[in-house]
């Protein structure tokens, strides 16, 4: 029986920015996996993530299947990798006995997303399934509406970086032109507050966590004050627009 896995783009957290493309995939896969962060021996950690919580809003719980991955794994090799070969097993499993299995990932599947690591397992697992994704509401774009923050004008760049690849990553992105928006940059924020800071990019920068979800927070980077803020928080730091309307084009 040939299988489809399906990732789709959820959004951010708050469940009325999933698409109606967004919706209409997750109910018609059989079954619906969403990652769940290990627990330190491995096993399920219990809380529910992003993913899940906004997937109940659409499909009944009996659909969903939480399946464990080592999201915050970055030091053990060994350990993320039989964490990855575990969940594949898992999902290759699903889709044996399912025409269809639709994983949903927080933002887009294809935006930093735990689904490209998980396809990529899958292709070899299960050979001739058919690998398709639905594209989601990223953070930076919510991040934006939320804040007025405008992401890009005329031939502006934009630069997405992951404040876990390194401070030295963002700096130089700081440094150059147009608009840059650092994604998991929580636990370094001391270090961002002092990179934006040198770049002359702190006045206009604004930063957010939790969007759409009652705890959210959305503020001026300048309020930073080196306190570790959660994993998941989104910066955009717009260049200098004083070249008056139209000026960038």
Same mark, same amino acid.
């Given at each position: ?7 789709? @783009?959820?959004? %951010? @957290?708050?469940?009325?920015? *999933? ?16 990652? #769940? ?22 499909? %009944?719980?009996?659909?969903?299947? /939480? *399946? ?13 990798? +039989? ?18 299995? +639709?994983?949903?990932? &927080? ?14 397992? &899958?292709?070899?697992? *299960? %050979?001739? #399934?058919?690998?398709?994704?639905? %594209?989601? &509401? ?6 934006? +509406?939320?804040?007025?923050? #405008? ?17 030295? *990553?963002?700096?130089? +992105? ?33 930063? @957010? ?8 927070? #959305? ?21 200098? /627009? ?8």
């Amino acid at each position: 029986m040939s299988s489809t896995l399906v990732g789709v @783009g959820v959004g %951010p @957290g708050d469940p009325e920015l *999933v698409t109606v493309k967004g919706v209409n995939a997750l109910r018609a896969a059989d079954v619906v996996v969403v990652p #769940v962060m290990a627990a330190p021996d491995g096993t399920d950690g219990g809380e529910p993530g992003r993913a899940e919580a906004t997937v109940l809003h659409y499909v %009944p719980a009996e659909k969903v299947v /939480r *399946v464990v991955f080592a999201l915050n794994e970055r030091t053990d090799r060994t350990r993320r990798e +039989a964490a990855w070969d575990a969940a594949g097993e898992q999902v290759a499993g699903l889709l044996r006995s399912h025409a269809s299995v +639709a994983f949903a990932t &927080i933002g887009d599947p294809n935006v930093y997303s735990t689904f490209t690591y998980l396809a990529q397992t &899958i292709a070899e697992l *299960v %050979p001739g #399934v058919t690998v398709a994704t639905v %594209p989601g &509401i990223t953070a930076m774009q919510d991040l934006a +509406a939320r804040s007025g923050a #405008v992401l890009t004008e005329g031939t502006e760049p934009l630069t997405l970086v992951p404040v876990t690849a390194g401070s030295a *990553v963002l700096k130089e +992105a700081l440094a150059g032109p147009g608009t840059v928006v650092a994604y998991k940059f929580g636990r370094q924020a001391a270090e961002v507050a002092e990179a934006l800071a040198e770049t002359g990019r702190l006045g206009d920068a604004v930063w @957010g966590s939790a969007l759409g979800l009652p705890e959210e927070s #959305v503020r001026p980077a300048a309020e930073l004050d080196g306190t570790p803020l959660p994993y998941l928080s989104t910066l955009i730091a717009p260049p200098r /627009r004083d070249d008056g309307r139209g000026g960038k084009l």
